[in-house]
């Protein structure tokens, strides 16, 4: 088996649920390596922070060859598996998304992110499309060698019509469809009170995944709830802009550097984030 295959294989064991994976987002090479220097079993990418620091706005605005080039970059320099989020796809048919996922574990992905609307215009997926979509990528993960983990993301709680409560049950339904069909793990987006997770989570019996934000209980509850995932998200690019703009406020309105100073790495802890660690993380 190839190195990737077992980092496909360890990741797939992290969504076991016997204990809550937290997945921190990382946008850049650095990002990653701090997240894997301070202990996390694995990283995934951000498509908002990744995507905006190279400068495109979240979507599918990128060139895909930029894309891809970012993927692998913070791929070569993890020893622990990494999921990269793939928007959309990048791909108007199932064949274009799975070229796309395709390159994208190509390029050093185990696991990958996917979404079940348009950015451009904030409107759901026909739920069939979707299927189909995820249907290619099944296929796609038995032709590879490398069973990559397909976490299917649904934004029915965000754009589903009619009322919470039938946005709620759309959001199950599409995600017990992604389910069957052979994702890995469904990622509701939106999900942040115990009890409406908890329900989800029961429905589903099944790895869900939620995202860090204001609200979102602390791991034991969601461990508690059966919660198999938690992500990031964007939240840590939101944290690093917060401190760049609290800096900015001290230096400029007080004259003072404590910001930019305190709990700050040295030239040499940052020279060595470009490069892999010598040894695998204990």
Same mark, same amino acid.
């Given at each position: 088996?190839?190195? *990737?295959?077992?980092?496909?294989?360890?990741?797939?064991g992290l969504h076991d649920r016997r204990r809550v994976l937290?997945?921190?987002?990382?946008?850049? /090479?650095? =990002?990653?390596?701090?997240?894997?220097?301070?202990?996390?079993?694995?990283?995934?990418?951000?498509?908002?922070?990744?995507?905006? =620091?190279?400068?495109?706005?979240?979507?599918?605005?990128?060139?895909?060859?930029?894309?891809?080039?970012?993927?692998?970059?913070?791929?070569?320099?993890?020893?622990?598996?990494?999921?990269?989020?793939?928007?959309?796809?990048?791909?108007?048919?199932?064949?274009?998304?799975?070229?796309?996922?395709?390159?994208?574990?190509?390029?050093?992905?185990?696991?990958?992110?996917?979404?079940?609307?348009?950015?451009?215009?904030?409107?759901?997926?026909?739920?069939?499309? *979707?299927?189909?979509?995820?249907?290619?990528?099944?296929?796609? *993960?038995? =032709?590879?060698?490398?069973?990559?983990?397909?976490?299917?993301?649904?934004?029915?709680?965000?754009?589903?019509?009619?009322?919470?409560?039938?946005?709620?049950?759309?959001?199950?339904?599409?995600?017990?469809?992604?389910?069957?069909?052979?994702?890995?793990?469904?990622?509701?987006?939106?999900?942040?009170?115990?009890? =409406?997770?908890?329900?989800?989570?029961?429905?589903?019996?099944?790895?869900v995944n939620v995202m860090v934000r204001k609200g979102l209980?602390? /791991?034991?509850?969601? *461990?508690?709830?059966?919660?198999?995932?938690?992500?990031?998200?964007?939240?840590?690019?939101?944290?690093?802009?917060?401190?760049?703009?609290?800096?900015?406020?001290?230096?400029?309105?007080?004259?003072?550097?404590?910001?930019? /100073?305190?709990?700050?790495?040295?030239?040499?802890?940052?020279?060595?984030?470009? /490069?892999?660690?010598?040894?695998?993380?204990?």
């Open positions: 088996m190839s190195r *990737q295959a077992e980092k496909a294989e360890e990741f797939r937290i997945l921190p987002n990382a946008w850049d /090479v650095p =990002s990653a390596r701090v997240f894997e220097d301070e202990g996390f079993t694995a990283v995934a990418t951000s498509s908002a922070g990744l995507l905006t =620091s190279l400068g495109y706005p979240d979507g599918e605005e990128i060139p895909f060859s930029e894309f891809v080039s970012a993927v692998g970059r913070i791929a070569r320099v993890l020893f622990v598996p990494l999921s990269a989020d793939v928007v959309g796809g990048f791909g108007g048919t199932p064949e274009g998304v799975a070229r796309t996922v395709k390159a994208t574990v190509g390029a050093g992905a185990v696991g990958i992110n996917i979404e079940d609307f348009v950015h451009s215009g904030k409107k759901l997926l026909p739920v069939e499309k *979707q299927m189909a979509r995820l249907r290619a990528l099944v296929r796609l *993960q038995k =032709s590879l060698g490398v069973r990559f983990v397909i976490n299917a993301r649904t934004d029915a709680l965000r754009f589903g019509e009619g009322d919470d409560d039938a946005k709620f049950d759309e959001a199950i339904r599409r995600a017990k469809a992604y389910r069957d069909i052979g994702a890995d793990c469904v990622y509701p987006m939106g999900l942040t009170d115990s009890d =409406s997770i908890g329900r989800f989570v029961k429905a589903l019996d099944f790895p209980p602390p /791991v034991s509850e969601l *461990q508690r709830l059966g919660v198999a995932r938690v992500s990031f998200g964007p939240s840590a690019s939101y944290a690093a802009m917060g401190l760049l703009e609290r800096a900015s406020r001290e230096v400029l309105e007080r004259g003072t550097y404590g910001a930019l /100073v305190e709990g700050a790495i040295t030239f040499d802890e940052l020279n060595s984030l470009a /490069v892999p660690r010598k040894r695998r993380p204990a």
